[in-house]
């Protein structure tokens, strides 16, 4: 099965009716997605209350990829709000409940930043991660190029496998040290994680003067040649494990939703179990 889906639902304006109030349109997005990126757990460990309403505003098998919080993958700057570091993990993991409970969770994804390189005390923080997560499904997304140099990568591949990690395979701009290749290529076998960023080397490591990193970063829109070689590799993924979640995250310009459904138009996928959409009588 590939799901189609895109990062969060509030930004994406071509879903939504106008006037759409930003707390109805999870449910709205449910009608055209099956799976979606929730990154607002990226920037707090997020109370029982939202992810219980995200939960009942979506059919029964909707997926959520949950971000992990920023403290867990060393972004977050200053002290973090927990005495430790197995006091932060324990609570995201009481967050993230709720979602295995209704069989939501389609993983939790481990963004580490472009510092994070490969090294023997990072080799060991993951390990340490994986043990903290136990059984919950993790994806694993570097942001540094050391991991898939021509004499890492199949050791890196290895140790995805071995630590049952799920490979989250990125479409990116390859713009040096700061951004890793595309890896066809499996971590743990049920699951395969694809995230789009779009092709914007020039925006990837700098901003423009004046302008905010979101605003230029993933300001890019897929053209129907690069969606169609990409559908071609989902088919493969798909033929090589059970679940294959991809999401588009080229949203700077407004573009993830339209390519998401281009793609999946090209798969010529019919998803059945979509919340039904609103009608507009007027």
Known sequence: MIKIGVTGWGDHNTLYKLGTKPGDKLKEYSAHFPVVELDASFYAVQPERNNRKWIR?????FQFIVKAYQGMTGHQRGDIPFETK???????KLSIGPYEEA???????????????C??????????????????????????????LENRRKSTLEFMRQERWIHSICDE???????????????????????????NVH???????????????????YNDAELKEWAEHLKWLESKCDNVYAVFNNNSGGDAADNAKRMIELLNLEYDDLAPKQLDLF
């Open 86 to 92: 197995e006091e932060m993990f324990n609570a995201f």
């Open 57 to 61: 505003d979506t059919p029964d098998t």
């Open 103 to 117: 069989g939501k969770l389609g993983c939790v994804l481990f963004q580490f930043p472009p510092w994070f390189d």
């Open 173 to 199: 701009p390859q713009a040096g040290e700061k951004s890793i290749p595309t890896v066809l290529e499996l971590g743990a076998d049920d699951k395969v994680l694809v995230r789009f960023h779009g092709r």
């Open 203 to 221: 925006g990837w490591n700098k901003t423009e003067a004046g302008k905010e990193w979101r605003e230029v970063r993933y300001l890019y829109r």
């Open 119 to 148: 090294k023997k005390e990072h080799v060991d923080y993951l390990r340490w991660c994986k043990q903290q997560m136990g059984n919950i499904p993790c994806a694993l997304e570097f942001r540094n190029e050391s991991w898939f």
